[in-house]
Protein backbone atom coordinates (compact mmCIF):
# COMPACT_ATOMS: atom_id res chain seq x y z
CA UNK A 1 0.00 0.00 0.00
CA UNK A 2 1.25 3.31 -0.64
CA UNK A 3 2.56 5.64 1.76
CA UNK A 4 1.01 8.93 0.64
CA UNK A 5 -2.37 8.83 -0.68
CA UNK A 6 -4.41 11.28 -2.55
CA UNK A 7 -7.90 11.34 -3.56
CA UNK A 8 -9.46 12.62 -5.61
CA UNK A 9 -6.78 11.04 -8.35
CA UNK A 10 -8.39 13.65 -11.15
CA UNK A 11 -11.14 15.90 -10.95
CA UNK A 12 -13.14 18.00 -13.09
CA UNK A 13 -15.19 20.89 -11.40
CA UNK A 14 -16.69 24.63 -12.85
CA UNK A 15 -15.46 28.10 -12.14
CA UNK A 16 -16.89 28.99 -8.74
CA UNK A 17 -17.45 25.40 -7.00
CA UNK A 18 -16.04 24.78 -4.09
CA UNK A 19 -13.81 21.48 -4.11
CA UNK A 20 -11.74 19.39 -1.63
CA UNK A 21 -8.72 17.35 -1.65
CA UNK A 22 -7.74 14.84 0.50
CA UNK A 23 -4.14 13.03 1.63
CA UNK A 24 -3.69 10.57 4.12
CA UNK A 25 0.28 9.16 5.05
CA UNK A 26 1.04 5.58 6.56
CA UNK A 27 4.47 6.99 7.58
CA UNK A 28 4.42 8.47 10.68
CA UNK A 29 5.57 11.95 9.96
CA UNK A 30 4.44 15.11 11.71
CA UNK A 31 5.25 17.74 8.54
CA UNK A 32 2.87 17.26 5.78
CA UNK A 33 2.79 19.94 2.74
CA UNK A 34 0.71 20.98 -0.48
CA UNK A 35 2.22 21.84 -3.88
CA UNK A 36 0.97 22.60 -7.24
CA UNK A 37 2.80 21.75 -10.37
CA UNK A 38 2.26 23.68 -13.25
CA UNK A 39 3.87 23.25 -16.69
CA UNK A 40 6.94 25.73 -16.86
CA UNK A 41 7.08 27.42 -13.58
CA UNK A 42 8.22 23.69 -11.51
CA UNK A 43 6.10 22.72 -7.81
CA UNK A 44 5.26 25.72 -5.96
CA UNK A 45 4.10 25.28 -2.13
CA UNK A 46 0.79 26.55 -1.15
CA UNK A 47 0.51 25.27 2.63
CA UNK A 48 2.49 23.44 5.11
CA UNK A 49 1.81 21.74 8.50
CA UNK A 50 4.97 20.96 11.28
CA UNK A 51 1.59 19.11 13.18
CA UNK A 52 -1.78 19.36 13.95
CA UNK A 53 -1.85 22.40 15.49
CA UNK A 54 0.52 24.65 13.35
CA UNK A 55 -0.39 25.34 9.82
CA UNK A 56 1.55 27.69 7.76
CA UNK A 57 0.99 29.48 4.55
CA UNK A 58 3.31 29.41 1.48
CA UNK A 59 4.55 30.81 -1.73
CA UNK A 60 1.07 30.48 -3.23
CA UNK A 61 -1.93 30.67 -0.78
CA UNK A 62 -4.29 32.91 -2.20
CA UNK A 63 -7.53 31.18 -3.20
CA UNK A 64 -6.48 28.30 -0.98
CA UNK A 65 -7.33 26.72 2.65
CA UNK A 66 -5.98 23.64 3.98
CA UNK A 67 -7.28 21.81 7.35
CA UNK A 68 -5.18 19.51 9.54
CA UNK A 69 -7.90 17.01 10.33
CA UNK A 70 -4.90 14.57 12.72
CA UNK A 71 -1.15 13.73 12.21
CA UNK A 72 -2.52 11.83 9.24
CA UNK A 73 -4.30 13.59 7.48
CA UNK A 74 -4.19 16.89 5.46
CA UNK A 75 -6.94 18.43 3.30
CA UNK A 76 -6.60 21.56 0.75
CA UNK A 77 -9.76 23.33 -0.10
CA UNK A 78 -10.45 25.56 -3.01
CA UNK A 79 -13.80 27.70 -1.93
CA UNK A 80 -14.78 29.05 -5.65
CA UNK A 81 -12.50 27.41 -7.90
CA UNK A 82 -11.01 29.85 -10.90
CA UNK A 83 -9.43 28.48 -14.21
CA UNK A 84 -6.17 29.04 -13.26
CA UNK A 85 -6.04 26.86 -10.47
CA UNK A 86 -6.06 23.95 -12.67
CA UNK A 87 -3.09 22.32 -12.34
CA UNK A 88 -1.26 19.11 -10.62
CA UNK A 89 -1.57 19.06 -7.10
CA UNK A 90 0.65 17.03 -4.74
CA UNK A 91 0.82 16.48 -0.96
CA UNK A 92 4.19 15.62 0.49
CA UNK A 93 5.17 14.17 3.98
CA UNK A 94 8.79 14.56 5.82
CA UNK A 95 9.54 13.88 9.19
CA UNK A 96 11.42 16.26 11.59
CA UNK A 97 14.72 14.86 11.43
CA UNK A 98 15.02 15.13 7.55
CA UNK A 99 12.86 17.93 6.64
CA UNK A 100 13.76 17.72 3.15
CA UNK A 101 13.83 14.59 1.98
CA UNK A 102 10.03 14.73 1.14
CA UNK A 103 7.79 11.65 0.64
CA UNK A 104 5.39 12.64 -2.47
CA UNK A 105 1.75 10.95 -3.03
CA UNK A 106 0.12 10.71 -6.68
CA UNK A 107 -1.16 13.97 -6.90
CA UNK A 108 -4.50 14.99 -8.33
CA UNK A 109 -5.28 16.62 -11.88
CA UNK A 110 -7.49 19.13 -11.47
CA UNK A 111 -8.98 20.95 -14.11
CA UNK A 112 -11.64 23.99 -13.31
CA UNK A 113 -13.92 24.82 -16.61
CA UNK B 1 14.09 36.21 -3.72
CA UNK B 2 15.50 32.49 -3.80
CA UNK B 3 16.06 30.73 -7.36
CA UNK B 4 16.97 27.66 -8.89
CA UNK B 5 17.63 27.09 -12.61
CA UNK B 6 17.89 24.05 -14.49
CA UNK B 7 19.39 23.34 -17.96
CA UNK B 8 18.89 21.79 -20.19
CA UNK B 9 15.09 21.59 -19.90
CA UNK B 10 15.59 18.20 -22.26
CA UNK B 11 17.64 15.40 -22.56
CA UNK B 12 17.77 12.45 -25.24
CA UNK B 13 20.44 9.98 -24.97
CA UNK B 14 21.39 6.64 -26.42
CA UNK B 15 22.05 3.70 -23.74
CA UNK B 16 25.54 3.89 -22.38
CA UNK B 17 26.06 7.59 -23.31
CA UNK B 18 26.89 9.74 -20.42
CA UNK B 19 26.34 12.78 -19.60
CA UNK B 20 25.11 15.79 -16.85
CA UNK B 21 22.25 17.67 -15.95
CA UNK B 22 22.80 21.08 -14.28
CA UNK B 23 21.44 22.86 -11.65
CA UNK B 24 22.40 26.39 -10.51
CA UNK B 25 21.23 28.16 -7.72
CA UNK B 26 20.61 31.80 -5.90
CA UNK B 27 19.66 31.63 -2.37
CA UNK B 28 20.73 33.47 0.68
CA UNK B 29 22.66 30.70 2.92
CA UNK B 30 22.30 27.75 1.62
CA UNK B 31 20.45 24.82 3.92
CA UNK B 32 20.46 22.44 1.59
CA UNK B 33 20.36 21.30 -2.63
CA UNK B 34 18.06 18.41 -3.08
CA UNK B 35 17.38 15.99 -6.62
CA UNK B 36 14.35 13.99 -7.06
CA UNK B 37 13.16 12.61 -9.52
CA UNK B 38 9.52 12.12 -10.97
CA UNK B 39 7.85 9.73 -13.55
CA UNK B 40 5.31 10.70 -15.67
CA UNK B 41 1.90 10.26 -13.63
CA UNK B 42 3.90 10.10 -10.42
CA UNK B 43 4.77 12.42 -7.37
CA UNK B 44 8.62 13.09 -7.71
CA UNK B 45 10.95 10.56 -5.28
CA UNK B 46 13.79 12.05 -3.21
CA UNK B 47 17.13 11.11 -4.52
CA UNK B 48 20.02 13.20 -3.00
CA UNK B 49 20.62 15.85 -0.46
CA UNK B 50 23.71 18.00 -0.74
CA UNK B 51 24.75 20.21 2.00
CA UNK B 52 28.60 21.83 1.41
CA UNK B 53 30.59 22.17 -1.45
CA UNK B 54 32.67 19.27 -2.55
CA UNK B 55 30.10 16.88 -1.19
CA UNK B 56 29.04 14.11 -3.49
CA UNK B 57 26.42 11.41 -3.04
CA UNK B 58 26.28 8.38 -5.43
CA UNK B 59 23.41 6.06 -5.80
CA UNK B 60 23.68 3.38 -8.55
CA UNK B 61 24.53 5.08 -12.04
CA UNK B 62 24.05 8.75 -10.77
CA UNK B 63 26.47 11.25 -9.21
CA UNK B 64 25.23 14.33 -7.29
CA UNK B 65 28.02 16.85 -6.96
CA UNK B 66 28.07 20.37 -5.40
CA UNK B 67 29.86 23.49 -5.57
CA UNK B 68 28.98 26.94 -4.39
CA UNK B 69 26.82 28.61 -7.29
CA UNK B 70 25.54 24.75 -8.73
CA UNK B 71 24.87 21.55 -9.01
CA UNK B 72 25.46 18.50 -11.24
CA UNK B 73 23.45 15.26 -11.43
CA UNK B 74 26.11 13.09 -13.94
CA UNK B 75 24.60 10.08 -15.37
CA UNK B 76 26.89 7.27 -15.87
CA UNK B 77 26.42 4.70 -19.02
CA UNK B 78 22.33 5.38 -18.79
CA UNK B 79 19.89 2.95 -19.12
CA UNK B 80 16.16 3.50 -20.84
CA UNK B 81 14.69 3.08 -16.97
CA UNK B 82 16.65 6.03 -16.05
CA UNK B 83 14.09 7.96 -18.38
CA UNK B 84 12.55 10.66 -15.95
CA UNK B 85 12.16 14.18 -14.90
CA UNK B 86 15.14 14.84 -12.67
CA UNK B 87 14.21 18.14 -10.21
CA UNK B 88 16.26 20.03 -8.21
CA UNK B 89 15.31 21.95 -5.42
CA UNK B 90 17.27 24.22 -2.71
CA UNK B 91 16.43 25.27 0.44
CA UNK B 92 18.11 28.16 2.56
CA UNK B 93 18.76 29.07 6.30
CA UNK B 94 15.84 31.14 6.61
CA UNK B 95 12.93 29.17 6.01
CA UNK B 96 12.27 25.78 7.65
CA UNK B 97 10.58 23.80 5.33
CA UNK B 98 10.07 25.67 2.05
CA UNK B 99 11.95 24.03 -0.77
CA UNK B 100 12.78 26.58 -4.15
CA UNK B 101 12.00 24.03 -6.80
CA UNK B 102 13.58 24.12 -10.50
CA UNK B 103 11.54 23.71 -13.57
CA UNK B 104 13.00 20.21 -14.35
CA UNK B 105 15.09 18.27 -17.35
CA UNK B 106 13.18 15.82 -19.11
CA UNK B 107 15.78 12.69 -19.68
CA UNK B 108 14.81 10.28 -22.13
CA UNK B 109 17.48 6.94 -22.74
CA UNK B 110 17.26 4.87 -25.95
CA UNK B 111 18.33 1.63 -27.00
Known amino acids: DADVTQTPRNRITKTGKRIMLECSQT?????MYWYRQDPGLGLRLIYY???????NKGEISDGYSVSRQAQAKFSLSLESAIPNQTALYFC????????????FGPGTRLTVT | EDQVTQSPEALRLQEGESSSLNCSYTVSGLRGLFWYRQDPGKGPEFLFTLYSAGEEKEKERLKATLTKKESFLHITAPKPEDSATYLC????????????FGTGTRLQVTL
Open chain 1, 92 to 103: ATSDRDSLHEQY
Open chain 1, 27 to 31: KGHDR
Open chain 2, 89 to 100: AASDTGTASKLT
Open chain 1, 49 to 55: SFDVKDI
